[in-house]
């Protein structure tokens, strides 16, 4: 950490495309579509979206975990000056773990059930650090009690299955943070969990960022979550990211229309009581045939001509780095809805 | 029995995704409740050891002609087995056989562990063109039964004990391989193992520590039941000559010999024969009774 540059961004993501192969050509889908963002040191970067737009898929491209049918196609992935993409897989495999942590979404699943909690926690330690098992075991300890697990030793000799799901959350973002990495890569990780646990999650994670000096990218579907944690969000529509900025712009100023639409949909504890929310009018899309220009256009309110035909540019909207894909953006709006 | 692997196969299989019991001395304690795993235990233990301490329980030497006179004479309190064609005591033959036997199944069986679990394994672990022609391979192999392919590698190697103990070795290869693989790809996919390579695990440690011990109980199950196919197949070589050379007692050549004189004198076949019966039939009841033992640990959680 202490020699990363804070101003210069840790995780740079350009023109990042990944691709899921189907059995013929016209099942090939685009999961991702060359989307572009910065993750500096210190920010928790939100990426939010529905189901399917490709959210996970770009966290698990960026580190090399994409398995099966899906490859990367086309972009680069600069962390700390080194392109990931192009790294060999023991290089990446010393970065993996070491650099880059990443915690999941479902803590139960993500842990092995043959081997106890503390003979995965000093896994990474002895492979990254060279430390001996004893070592290893007294540092798990230590992490393991300062995210919040009472009896550390004792959760050291249990099984994944003798605890609970905060817990696990807990092991695994010990386990994911235990070799001080620069950035933690987070897969929904308070989607499986009740709101209590969730709660203190997001807190853990805010004070280890503090303390660790980590950027997070936390990916969710959750906007109460982004607001709640993020300083920085991107929006991802159908592999694209629509808009992204600091976290208190894209909730006061929204660009984007899908952006809105999702503000709107999420009850509030100010909105008038018996109120209705309002949907996101039609259907996500349907990736194998995505529509021509801007994919947002079949559902979008405000469509005009160019927004079938064209994909719009990215337009920053000022200088903290609020930018949004949109035709009918305007700034004047913007101001009026503020 | 001999060819109902993909019957053994169904039923190992539903381990799948089930780890050996977390707490050992559960386990353990199920069983020693379990009436299938105590029998085949039992059974085993007693052949075992039978087999070791041959030359002790009896006073009677595996070698010694007693009289050829009293060739093929019937079970007697002082022979309880009887004597053979040339009038050695059958008792003393018997269980002394059974080192040979024995003793090259589980050579043939470790053949087969080793080479059967590591292509399994990698092939399982890293998809691509070689793992896919490795398992057209075994899946080819593996349609042809398994005496043949037995007589066809023994063939090939020439006879005589220790090729043919490679040759049943390299029968069970492609089914346990193909077991192996299949356990492993479902596996591979979970979230724990994309998890552990997430942190930078080497490929080499998740093999050996993630997919390994969370498919050991199907394997073990699986291993088990194949045991006892070793036995029946490397009694079978002997049957035909391929393995042992007369006067060497073994199971099969025993039966051989004794089958020519089953009109007048049943002994000679039938106890080498109830040996290798007894010991078949103990481990496929170790096999079920594990299965059940090692699910039923499954289901309580």
Redesign the interface.
């Given at each position: 950490m202490e020699n990363v540059n804070p101003s210069s961004p840790l995780l740079s993501v350009r023109g990042l495309t990944v691709t899921y192969k189907g059995v013929t050509a016209s099942d090939t889908v685009r999961a991702v579509d060359s989307i572009d963002y910065d993750v500096y040191p210190g920010q928790i970067m939100g990426i939010v979206g529905e189901s399917g737009c490709g959210k996970s898929t770009q966290a698990y491209a960026l580190?090399g975990?994409l398995?099966?049918a899906a490859s990367v196609n086309k972009g680069s992935v600069k962390f700390d000056g080194h392109e990931l993409l192009s790294m060999s897989r023991p290089e990446l495999?010393?970065?993996?773990?070491?650099r880059i942590?990443?915690i999941?979404q479902?803590p139960m699943?993500?842990?092995?059930?043959?081997?106890t909690v503390g003979d995965q926690l000093i896994?990474?330690l002895m492979?990254?650090k060279g430390f001996t098992r004893s070592d290893a075991a007294d540092a798990a300890v230590q992490m393991l009690t300062r995210v919040g697990i009472a009896d550390a030793s004792r959760c050291m000799r249990r099984?994944p299955?003798?605890l609970s799901g905060g817990m696990l959350q807990r092991a695994?973002i010990s386990?994911?943070v235990l070799c001080k990495p620069d950035l933690l890569i987070a897969d929904e990780p308070t989607t499986a969990l009740d709101v209590t646990a969730q709660a203190g999650i997001l807190e853990l994670l805010k004070e280890l960022k503090e303390e660790l000096g980590l950027a997070i990218i936390f990916i969710t579907h959750n906007f109460g979550v982004v607001a709640e944690i993020c300083t920085h969000v991107s929006v991802m529509y159908a592999g694209r990211i629509v808009e992204k900025g600091p976290a208190h712009d894209i909730f006061h100023s929204p660009a984007h229309q899908y952006t809105r639409a999702m503000l709107h949909a999420i009850p509030r504890i100010d909105s008038v009581k018996g109120a209705r929310l309002e949907p996101v009018p039609g259907a996500p899309i349907n990736p194998r045939h995505p529509p021509e220009g801007c994919s947002f256009h079949p559902r979008c309110p405000v469509c005009v001509d160019n927004c079938s035909k064209l994909r719009p540019e990215e337009r920053v909207i000022d200088g903290s780095g609020h930018s949004v894909c949109c035709w009918n953006y305007n700034v004047k709006e913007v101001s009026e809805n503020a | 029995m001999l060819f109902a692997n993909k019957k053994k196969a169904a039923g190992a299989a539903q381990l799948i995704n089930r780890p050996l019991d977390d707490k050992p001395e559960t386990a353990l304690h199920r069983m020693l409740r379990s009436g299938s795993v105590m029998f085949g235990l039992i059974t085993m233990a007693f052949i075992l050891f039978l087999t070791i301490f041959s030359q002790k329980v009896t006073k009677w030497s595996y070698l010694d002609v007693i009289s050829v006179l009293r060739k093929y004479e019937k079970p007697s309190w002082e022979h309880i087995f009887g004597l053979d064609e040339i009038g050695r005591d059958l008792f003393s033959r018997t269980t002394f056989a059974g080192r040979l036997t024995l003793s090259m199944s589980a050579a043939s069986m470790l053949i087969a562990i080793v080479f059967g679990c590591s292509i399994g394994l990698v092939s399982g672990y890293f998809p691509g063109v070689v793992s896919s022609a490795v398992m057209r391979l075994m899946d080819v192999l593996s349609t042809i039964p398994s005496v043949l392919l037995t007589i066809m590698f023994a063939a090939a190697l020439g006879p005589g004990v220790s090729c043919v103990t490679i040759a049943v070795g390299i029968t069970m290869i492609p089914t346990l391989s193909r077991f192996v693989h299949t356990l492993t790809v479902e596996i591979r996919e979970s979230e724990y193992v994309v998890a552990a390579r997430a942190l930078g695990l080497k490929s080499g440690q998740i093999i050996m520590k993630h997919i390994l011990r969370n498919i050991a109980a199907p394997i073990l199950v699986y291993v088990t039941s194949m045991a006892a196919d070793c036995i029946l197949i490397c009694s079978m070589m002997g049957y035909m000559g391929l393995a042992a050379k007369v006067p060497t007692p073994e199971w099969g050549l025993m039966i051989h010999a004794g089958y020519g004189a089953i009109r007048h004198s049943w002994h000679a076949c039938v106890f080498p024969s109830m040996m290798v019966l007894l010991m078949v039939l103990s481990l496929n009841f170790l096999g079920d009774g594990l299965r059940d033992v090692l699910k039923r640990g499954q289901e309580d959680r």
């Amino acid at each position: 950490m202490e020699n990363v540059n804070p101003s210069s961004p840790l995780l740079s993501v350009r023109g990042l495309t990944v691709t899921y192969k189907g059995v013929t050509a016209s099942d090939t889908v685009r999961a991702v579509d060359s989307i572009d963002y910065d993750v500096y040191p210190g920010q928790i970067m939100g990426i939010v979206g529905e189901s399917g737009c490709g959210k996970s898929t770009q966290a698990y491209a960026l580190i090399g975990l994409l398995g099966g049918a899906a490859s990367v196609n086309k972009g680069s992935v600069k962390f700390d000056g080194h392109e990931l993409l192009s790294m060999s897989r023991p290089e990446l495999e010393d970065i993996r773990g070491a650099r880059i942590g990443m915690i999941f979404q479902d803590p139960m699943s993500s842990l092995n059930p043959a081997m106890t909690v503390g003979d995965q926690l000093i896994e990474p330690l002895m492979r990254h650090k060279g430390f001996t098992r004893s070592d290893a075991a007294d540092a798990a300890v230590q992490m393991l009690t300062r995210v919040g697990i009472a009896d550390a030793s004792r959760c050291m000799r249990r099984y994944p299955h003798e605890l609970s799901g905060g817990m696990l959350q807990r092991a695994m973002i010990s386990m994911a943070v235990l070799c001080k990495p620069d950035l933690l890569i987070a897969d929904e990780p308070t989607t499986a969990l009740d709101v209590t646990a969730q709660a203190g999650i997001l807190e853990l994670l805010k004070e280890l960022k503090e303390e660790l000096g980590l950027a997070i990218i936390f990916i969710t579907h959750n906007f109460g979550v982004v607001a709640e944690i993020c300083t920085h969000v991107s929006v991802m529509y159908a592999g694209r990211i629509v808009e992204k900025g600091p976290a208190h712009d894209i909730f006061h100023s929204p660009a984007h229309q899908y952006t809105r639409a999702m503000l709107h949909a999420i009850p509030r504890i100010d909105s008038v009581k018996g109120a209705r929310l309002e949907p996101v009018p039609g259907a996500p899309i349907n990736p194998r045939h995505p529509p021509e220009g801007c994919s947002f256009h079949p559902r979008c309110p405000v469509c005009v001509d160019n927004c079938s035909k064209l994909r719009p540019e990215e337009r920053v909207i000022d200088g903290s780095g609020h930018s949004v894909c949109c035709w009918n953006y305007n700034v004047k709006e913007v101001s009026e809805n503020a | 029995m001999l060819f109902a692997n993909k019957k053994k196969a169904a039923g190992a299989a539903q381990l799948i995704n089930r780890p050996l019991d977390d707490k050992p001395e559960t386990a353990l304690h199920r069983m020693l409740r379990s009436g299938s795993v105590m029998f085949g235990l039992i059974t085993m233990a007693f052949i075992l050891f039978l087999t070791i301490f041959s030359q002790k329980v009896t006073k009677w030497s595996y070698l010694d002609v007693i009289s050829v006179l009293r060739k093929y004479e019937k079970p007697s309190w002082e022979h309880i087995f009887g004597l053979d064609e040339i009038g050695r005591d059958l008792f003393s033959r018997t269980t002394f056989a059974g080192r040979l036997t024995l003793s090259m199944s589980a050579a043939s069986m470790l053949i087969a562990i080793v080479f059967g679990c590591s292509i399994g394994l990698v092939s399982g672990y890293f998809p691509g063109v070689v793992s896919s022609a490795v398992m057209r391979l075994m899946d080819v192999l593996s349609t042809i039964p398994s005496v043949l392919l037995t007589i066809m590698f023994a063939a090939a190697l020439g006879p005589g004990v220790s090729c043919v103990t490679i040759a049943v070795g390299i029968t069970m290869i492609p089914t346990l391989s193909r077991f192996v693989h299949t356990l492993t790809v479902e596996i591979r996919e979970s979230e724990y193992v994309v998890a552990a390579r997430a942190l930078g695990l080497k490929s080499g440690q998740i093999i050996m520590k993630h997919i390994l011990r969370n498919i050991a109980a199907p394997i073990l199950v699986y291993v088990t039941s194949m045991a006892a196919d070793c036995i029946l197949i490397c009694s079978m070589m002997g049957y035909m000559g391929l393995a042992a050379k007369v006067p060497t007692p073994e199971w099969g050549l025993m039966i051989h010999a004794g089958y020519g004189a089953i009109r007048h004198s049943w002994h000679a076949c039938v106890f080498p024969s109830m040996m290798v019966l007894l010991m078949v039939l103990s481990l496929n009841f170790l096999g079920d009774g594990l299965r059940d033992v090692l699910k039923r640990g499954q289901e309580d959680r």
